[in-house]
């Protein structure tokens, strides 16, 4: 099956390094910080990597088992949709910038905040719309890495067999050897001219991989 590189930034690895939690799931959307996931399918493996004081890391590793909607699996596993692109029919009621029933767009922008229509009263809504009162919601004990990265999650692709999450050095030597997908060629990563990786080239997609780059990042676990 296929391999897949996303970044993960420091500020969100931060929150996960040292912890010793095993990945269970990566998140897709329409942003750098998440790009879309859409070509990945079940059985496939996606690899989150960084730079860290220029240098490059595989942190994890997770193969697909299930692909949902964001929304759905943090519901389910964690009790709190963490800003995450709500269905059509959802409005979410809301304590901050006088804006009580905020109904929300598929690209998971407050209405208020685009100049569109906002609902000041729950019986203004449209009808068959669910309100979520966020207030009102528990947490279910889950991981941090577990909380998307990034707001505006679209989508959830979760296993059950992850690797910890931590820092996996890849030297600078491997660099040039390592070649992913890039229109319909396989190319090399962008480097600067002391040999380290451009972030620029791993940031805002995912990249798939040659079949020598997966093994070699299978390798560093």
């Given at each position: 099956?296929?391999?897949?590189?996303?970044?993960?930034?420091?500020?969100?690895?931060?929150?996960?390094?040292?912890?010793?939690?095993?990945?269970?799931?990566?998140?897709?959307?329409?942003?750098?910080?998440?790009?879309?996931?859409?070509?990945?399918?079940?059985?496939?493996?996606?690899?989150?990597?960084?730079?860290?004081?220029?240098?490059?890391?595989?942190?994890?590793?997770?193969?697909?088992?299930?692909?949902?909607?964001?929304?759905?699996?943090?519901?389910?596993?964690?009790?709190?949709?963490?800003?995450?692109?709500?269905?059509?029919?959802?409005?979410?009621?809301?304590?901050?910038?006088?804006?009580?029933?905020?109904?929300?767009?598929?690209?998971?922008?407050?209405?208020?905040?685009?100049?569109?229509?906002?609902?000041?009263?729950?019986?203004?809504?449209?009808?068959?719309?669910?309100?979520?009162?966020?207030?009102?919601?528990?947490?279910?004990?889950?991981?941090?890495?577990?909380?998307?990265?990034?707001?505006?999650?679209?989508?959830?692709?979760?296993?059950?067999?992850?690797?910890?999450?931590?820092?996996?050095?890849?030297?600078?030597?491997?660099?040039?050897?390592?070649?992913f997908m890039s229109g319909k060629e396989q190319k090399p990563l962008k480097t600067d001219k002391n040999g380290k990786i451009v972030i620029t080239s791993i940031l805002g997609n995912s990249r798939l991989m040659s079949e020598h780059t997966k093994?070699?990042?299978?390798?560093?676990?």
């Open positions: 099956m296929a391999g897949y590189m996303i970044y993960w930034s420091k500020e969100y690895l931060d929150k996960l390094i040292d912890k010793g939690e095993k990945m269970s799931v990566v998140y897709g959307g329409y942003s750098t910080q998440l790009p879309s996931l859409k070509k990945v399918k079940k059985g496939d493996t996606v690899y989150p990597v960084t730079l860290f004081r220029n240098d490059f890391y595989v942190v994890g590793r997770l193969t697909i088992e299930n692909i949902e909607s964001a929304f759905d699996y943090l519901m389910r596993e964690t009790g709190k949709p963490y800003d995450c692109i709500f269905p059509d029919d959802y409005a979410v009621r809301c304590t901050y910038d006088d804006a009580p029933y905020i109904p929300r767009d598929k690209s998971g922008r407050h209405f208020y905040r685009t100049n569109k229509q906002k609902y000041e009263t729950i019986e203004e809504l449209p009808e068959g719309t669910k309100v979520m009162i966020l207030e009102e919601l528990t947490d279910k004990p889950h991981k941090v890495s577990q909380e998307p990265p990034a707001d505006l999650a679209a989508f959830a692709l979760s296993g059950s067999n992850g690797s910890e999450i931590k820092l996996r050095d890849v030297s600078d030597e491997k660099i040039p050897e390592l070649l093994a070699y990042f299978d390798s560093l676990f």
